[in-house]
T-cell receptor
Framework: EAQVTQNPRYLITVTGKKLTVTCSQN?????MSWYRQDPGLGLRQIYYSMNVEVTDKGDVPEGYKVSRKEKRNFPLILESPSPNQTSLYFC?????????????FGPGTRLTVT | GIQVEQSPPDLILQEGANSTLRCNFS?????LQWFHQNPWGQLINLFY???GTKQNGRLSATTVATERYSLLYISSSQTTDSGVYFC????????????FGEGTQLTVNP
């Protein structure tokens, strides 16, 4: 089944404790991205990747890092999480950045930073 | 950047009723998608519809790109249809970042 998977689905952590949220897709998609969803602010893009070893900032990249060492994986790294990073996170992928292609979203990761 | 407006913001229906959700966007787009966010927070792809009409069971969607709007029709609504419906658009000049509307909160009562 074609899908985007994320882990963990739920995470409660403390300020400053490094964490990684994994994202994987099995559709051989070139383009992957991360969004966060917050009440009143909607969904905002954090980072995106056009292909392996190619990443760039989205609208709200502060406090996050990403890497794209393999085509299928695009982990989101919070080096020193803070309470304002409490949010619902989504990973998404599409065939390529260029042209008009459907984007597929993972199931979401609900992160709470205390 | 492109603006996406959805209406109505809230909608309450009785089971079995029909509804129409609207999405207006401020500029030409290369991609338009409809999503359903269920009560568990998952974003479910409903339609990829940059233009034309599509149907999937009780749901259908129409996008009139020249007039910059899209409609999502839900017929014979069920309680499981409850949740938030998002319209999202993409302009190729902005890379592949989807711009989401604020959503329509749908509640279907038994």
């Amino acid at each position: 089944e074609a899908q985007v998977t994320q882990n963990p689905r739920y995470l409660i952590t403390v300020t400053g404790k490094k964490l990684t949220v994994t994202c994987s897709q099995n559709m051989n998609h070139e383009y992957m991205s991360w969004y966060r969803q917050d009440p009143g602010l909607g969904l905002r893009q954090i980072y995106y990747s056009m292909n392996v070893e190619v990443t760039d900032k989205g609208d709200v990249p502060e406090g996050y890092k990403v890497s794209r060492k393999e085509k299928r994986n695009f982990p989101l790294i919070l080096e020193s999480p803070s309470p304002n990073q409490t949010s619902l996170y989504f990973c998404a992928s599409s065939l390529t950045q260029w042209g008009s292609y459907e984007q597929y979203f993972g199931p979401g990761t609900r992160l709470t930073v205390t | 950047g492109i603006q996406v407006e959805q209406s109505p913001p809230d909608l309450i229906l009785q089971e079995g009723a029909n509804s129409t959700l609207r999405c207006n966007f401020s500029d030409s787009v290369n991609n338009l998608q409809w999503f359903h966010q269920n009560p568990w927070g998952q974003l479910i792809n409903l339609f990829y519809i940059p233009s034309g009409t599509k149907q999937n069971g009780r749901l259908s969607a129409t996008t009139v790109a020249t007039e910059r709007y899209s409609l999502l029709y839900i017929s014979s609504s069920q309680t499981t249809d409850s949740g938030v419906y998002f319209c999202a658009v993409l302009r190729e000049t902005s890379g592949s970042r989807l711009t989401f509307g604020e959503g329509t909160q749908l509640t279907v009562n038994p």
